[in-house]
């Protein structure tokens, strides 16, 4: 990249004289500022590079391959894409996906931001409840999901020991095709809601309390001071809370593959499940190339919008 | 003050709300531990058994005994911790070249630094993965560590950061003759560390944490990052649940610990990371 090199970069001056000329009148400070700033972001640009924009870029040449672990890609144009769109298992996993999405969104948004509310009062212990629920956050979900199995045991798991002894059915959870995904939602809301409630909470502690008070005094009750006062104006923090959860929610992997292997049945075999199998288990790294592309492009329509907000919030700085 | 009736009923329901998403939220953790704890033929105890008189040690014995957990630990340790420490360096140079110098072509460069946080890792895990390959570094740390250090989002966070310094410590500094490079490594940097800290709680939890790189770039029982250990000791352990569950307490001890010891920068962390400069 010719930016990184010192020597490409020296003719920033506008000046129309010639090169050595323009070297001379650029003052040494200027030019130790170049120097040390490009050997200061040497390191990470060119670790951008070689493991995340290349690997992007061969990402897009594998996806128009047909490329299986033995033998040598060969170029397909859009064959994958094609069959993408033929593809049942494709549009099933993709359906899971969304399924997947839109329990996972709305739940974690409504319970976090229910408990963020819940901890704004100023109460006694709220700095130890926010730890608590803060907990799951620091537990990775691999863990979560293998407690979660536990406790989901169809026999004698803890929950359907809690369930039978207050005399409710119990269920089969990972077992069942109907149970699965809910099984596995559970344990990623459990996750996932700390972290978004401290996002919340932030939020609403960074409205001024001058607003909440004369909505008081002028006799607005609790409710209507949130639904009027607090989520107006917690609306970019919302904004920004929901995009990160769709984006990730999207990208779900680690408490599926440790819970239940997208099963029973493929009943929660997502998106990303069917690109790693198709990659690392059946080796067509093509197919899945394309696959990951596509997944690619839903969550960078979710990122643009999510960019766009970032600039704004730079802008204010 | 005394309380109305109203209110007292008011805060009777605001705490039994309060520790009933307690019991939600910390509850698993202690079946956990208690379970881990147990023997055997209590783990599915009917009714269940929450702290078993014999309560002891030997399922961590055990778990140590069937499977290589110092090993798991050590290389998430020594990875976590080298990407850690390699990234904020890094990133901290990266942010101060953007935030603090002049020079030709840093709107071109930030702006690619930030378009990369629109890459996501599922997408490039295949040509990383053959790219790794195609290195030789299959199963070696180069693999698990090189990788996850590149991330723009620290660069980003401490070039915001050092936009927001004032610059009057690194001017003094300058007139007292120290170089540019001095500045940022004697002026700089020691400011940044509260910013730095939260950082690296978050770095370090993420690669703890992290799961289908390492399983992909490191499947040799020796080179197991600390989650493929406790996925596949639960592969090969099935229903042994009190020696899985003493696993996932040892996987977890070294993030409770930090959790509970740097909460403040935690809480920092996601406060900065949700969007908050």
Known sequence: MS?????????GSKTRTGASQRLRGMNRDRLEQAVVAYLFLLPD????????????????AISFSDWRLTGAPEFVGLKNYEIIL????????LGRTILYTLGFVPAVYTLSLGMAVLLTRRGRGNTFFRTIYFMPVAMSMVVAGVMWRFMFDPGNGLINEMLSSVGLPTLQ????????MVSVLIVAVWKSVGYFMIILLAGIQDIPADYTEAAAIDGANRWQIFRFIIMPLLRPTSFFVLVI???????????????????????????????YEKAFREWNFGYSGAMAVVLFIMVFALTLIQVRFFRSSDVRQ | MRKSPKQLLGSGIYYLICILLAVVFAGPFLWMLSSALKPANEIFANPPILISPNSSLNNFQEVFRQAPFERYMFNSFFVAGTVTVVALLLHAMAGYALARLDFPGKRVVFI??????????????????????ELGWINTYAALIIPAIPHAFGIFWLRQFFLGLPTELEEAARIDGASRIGVFFLVALPLARPVLAALAVFFFLANWDSFLWPLIAANEP????????????????????????????????????????????????????????
């Open chain 1, 3 to 11: 930016t990184l090199d010192p020597t490409a970069a020296i003719p």
């Open chain 1, 45 to 60: 640009v060119l670790g951008l590079l070689v493991f995340v924009v290349g690997p992007m870029l061969l990402a897009l």
């Open chain 1, 86 to 93: 033929k593809d049942p298992k494709f549009g099933a996993s």
């Open chain 1, 173 to 180: 959870w990972t077992g069942h095709v109907q149970s699965a």
């Open chain 1, 245 to 275: 959860l769709s984006i990730n929610s999207l990208q779900a992997f680690d408490q599926i593959y440790v819970m239940t292997r997208g099963g029973p049945a493929q009943a929660t075999y997502t998106l990303l499940m069917y690109i």
């Open chain 2, 112 to 133: 690619g630094i930030i378009a990369t946080l629109m890459i996501p890792f599922y997408t490039i895990l295949i040509p990383l993965a053959l790219l790794v390959r």
């Open chain 2, 222 to 277: 020796d080179m197991r990052m600390v989650q493929v250990g406790i996925q596949s000791f639960t592969g090969e352990h099935g229903s042994a649940w009190e020696l899985i569950m003493a696993a996932s307490v040892i996987a977890i001890l070294p993030t409770l610990a930090l959790f509970f010891g740097l909460q403040r920068f935690i809480v920092a962390s996601v406060k900065m990371t949700g969007l908050k400069g």
